[in-house]
């Protein structure tokens, strides 16, 4: 199976700060790829899918890309609401895997 | 808008059974595909199972003992859990629609424990 990996674990930025998030695919996975967003004690939010398009009403500060199987997320200006955890979800093919997760706070 | 509502959480013993169900509405059912998606308590998310109307997929860890199903007529999607483990633990969110997750539920609790 195609393993997912994300950096960093986790990390601590300013508000305003621009934010990236890593995920890389074991094997290539085209474009297949979702990120999510979790606060904390909520229910996972969809952010992007196919790597770099916005879901319906989520911020323009995020983005995304990547293909293949390097990608990333980015956060522009980070703000007090974006402190989360963030995972990122291959649908390629089964098992629809998630990344392990990476914690955002704010420093 | 679409609504997802899970039940049939709670605790049962290790070696035991247990029958979530989730419950659409607010788009065509029979229509799209959906999946079970869990998150022990403190930890990442899993995916677990899908079904799609030419497919059903499971993870490594529930294949054999979990079966996902679904009633179109009740609009509801079912997962029955066989031969729990204490590594079942989690909150069990029926998700879709499609292969990546744009609508959740709330989640049902199971717990494994004796």
């Known amino acids: 199976d195609i393993q997912m990996t994300q950096s960093p674990s986790s990390l601590s930025a300013s508000l305003g700060d621009r934010v990236t998030i890593t995920c890389r695919a074991s094997q290539g996975i085209n474009n297949y790829l979702a990120w999510y967003q979790q606060k904390p004690g909520k229910v996972p939010k969809l952010l992007l899918y196919?790597?770099?398009t916005l879901q319906s009403g989520v911020p323009s500060r995020f983005s995304g890309s990547g293909s293949g199987t390097d990608f990333t997320l980015t956060i522009s200006s980070l703000q007090p609401e974006d402190v989360a955890t963030y995972y990122c979800q291959r649908y390629n093919s089964a098992p629809f895997t998630f990344g392990p997760g990476t914690k955002v706070d704010i420093k | 808008e679409v609504q997802l509502v899970e039940s049939g959480g709670g605790l049962v013993q290790p070696g035991g059974s247990l029958r979530l169900s989730c419950e659409a509405s607010g788009f065509t059912f029979s229509s799209y595909s959906m999946s079970w998606v869990r998150q022990a308590p403190g930890k990442g998310l899993e995916w677990v199972s899908y079904i799609s109307s030419s497919a059903i997929y499971y993870a490594d860890s529930v294949r054999g003992r979990f079966t996902i199903s679904r009633d179109k007529a009740k609009n509801s999607l079912y997962l029955q859990m066989n031969s729990l483990r204490v590594e079942d633990t989690a909150v069990y969110y029926c998700a879709g629609i499609g292969r990546y997750f744009q609508d959740w539920g709330q989640g049902t609790l199971v717990t494994v424990s004796s």
């Open positions: 196919a790597a770099s």
